[in-house]
């Protein structure tokens, strides 16, 4: 483990040792549209829960390498950020949640220069306080070295913890300052995530239920991606909010990535109105060819 941490339960943590492959690098993705929706509806919830003084734990069970330069070999072959990020940066005018976004990644690129993309770890360090805690679960050897480095010289106390992140969300909550929000977004590589993030969250709503909770799930032709939203609505949570990008039909079928989703428990009032005002832009600039939605449902007690 890169921390020390003491994990005050007793149940085995899976290491990237147990797992039987990890592929999946979120350099090939980062800054596509899926991060659009999903670091928005971040940046949104962060400015929200951080306009009061109290102190906040952000907690990451799938952090990724935290960072990432659009330079290197393994982004530039994918390019997926032009469909993204990319294809916002230079838009003259957007709704505030998403020039808000944009704001937020244009720090990690002061020249104007859309060269490199902050993952969610970076964005976390980006807006949050000395009095909060980062809390970052990461399996990768490599981006865990990444994360640990980059933590060092944070002005926000950081650990990084190189083991399942399923595990150690269950081992943090509830958190001591009785105020959190936690982002589950593992790659999915594996059947089993979909039913892990259920278990997950129902779990983390019996620990701490007063927790703000950021779901992101890709949609998929796959049985599995479809029928996550039910299973997700079904866990009884009193407030949440559902929000589906989709750039093409789901009926379109076929493979690779039709949209992704976020499910958010215990949102911020403020967040559905935001996403509302947001989707002509997304629309317009995310899923150009016409076919395209945003839909939004929620709960609110
Ligand atoms: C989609 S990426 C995370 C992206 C990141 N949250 C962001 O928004 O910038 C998923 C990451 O989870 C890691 N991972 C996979 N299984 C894991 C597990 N059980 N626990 C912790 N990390 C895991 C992968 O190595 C990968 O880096």
Request: hydrophobic content about 40%.
């Amino acid at each position: 483990m890169l921390c020390c941490l003491r994990l005050p339960f007793t149940a085995q943590l899976r290491t990237s040792a147990d797992l039987p492959v990890l592929s999946y690098r979120h350099a090939f993705h980062a800054g596509n549209h899926a991060d659009v929706l999903k670091h928005m509806v971040l940046v949104h919830a962060l400015d929200y829960l951080t306009s009061k003084d109290a102190p906040l734990w952000y907690i990451d069970t799938h952090a990724g390498a935290g960072r990432y330069e659009f330079s290197r070999g393994d982004t530039q072959g994918h390019a997926e950020y032009h469909e993204g990020i990319g294809a916002l940066w230079e838009a003259a005018t957007l709704p505030p949640a998403l020039s808000r976004y944009r704001e937020v990644i244009r720090l990690s690129n002061p020249d104007g220069q859309l060269r490199r993309y902050p993952g969610s770890p970076s964005i976390a360090r980006m807006m949050l306080r000395p009095q909060d805690r980062i809390w970052l679960h990461e399996l990768h050897p490599a981006d865990a070295r990444e994360l640990e480095r980059d933590s060092r010289h944070a002005p926000v106390p950081s650990r990084v913890i190189d083991t399942d992140g399923f595990a150690g969300l269950r081992a943090l909550l509830p958190p001591q300052p009785r105020r959190a929000l936690a982002i589950i977004d593992p790659s999915y590589e594996m059947d089993s995530d979909y039913r892990a993030v259920v278990d997950a969250l129902r779990d983390a709503l019996e620990r701490f239920s007063s927790g703000v909770y950021l779901l992101w799930y890709p949609l998929l032709a796959s049985r599995e991606s479809r029928r996550l939203p039910e299973r997700l609505e079904a866990l009884g949570a009193q407030k949440w909010l559902h929000a589906q990008l989709l750039l093409r039909p789901l009926q379109a079928g076929g493979a690779g990535l039709l949209g992704s989703g976020m499910f958010v428990i215990n949102p911020p009032w403020t967040l559905r109105a935001a996403l509302e005002d947001c989707r002509s832009a997304l629309l317009e600039h995310l899923a150009p060819g016409g076919e395209g939605s945003l839909e939004i449902t929620s709960r609110e007690s």
